[in-house]
């Protein structure tokens, strides 16, 4: 595992991203609002989080990113979060394993953030039938996440 340098003009990108998806719709959600404001942050703090984890920082540093995206989606999908066009926020805990852990490590990761995102396929598959087009967006979601 090597350690991971954040270029400044990286975190900025993360954070004009972060910002496009504050204005996707619903707006004006507290939750989203809160959620979003925490993954900038911890974004920004983050070196400094790893250093004070030690070898565990940057482990905990993926996780937190997995977890506070798949928080987003329950706060933003309706009728279910597996909708949710919040999807794309998987990308920065996938981009800050690759950073980190090089391509095993990635994959790793990678197959970790889609589990987190199937989740919540199974509460969906009891109130929705999926089609093939369902399956096909949901492929598409999970192969470029």
């Not at 279910?80 to 090089?102: K, Q, V």
Request: proline residues 8%; hydrophobic residues 50%.
């Amino acid at each position: 595992m090597a350690e991971r340098a954040t270029p400044r003009w990286l975190d900025l990108l993360w954070l004009i991203f972060l910002g496009g998806l504050a204005l996707l719709p619903p707006l004006r959600e507290a939750h989203k609002d809160v959620i979003l404001l925490g993954i900038g942050i911890f974004q920004l703090l983050e070196a400094q989080f790893v250093r004070s984890a030690g070898k565990i920082g940057p482990y905990c540093v993926v996780a937190i990113k997995i977890s506070l995206a798949t928080i987003l989606l329950g706060h933003t999908g309706d009728p279910a979060p597996i909708s949710s066009s919040y999807w794309p926020i998987f990308w920065l805990p996938i981009m800050t394993a690759a950073g980190y852990f090089g391509p095993l490590g990635t994959l790793a990761w990678s197959t970790l953030a889609c589990g987190a995102y199937a989740s919540y396929l199974i509460p969906a598959m009891r109130e929705f039938d999926i089609t093939r087009e369902g399956i096909a967006e949901l492929l598409l979601r999970m192969m470029f996440p």
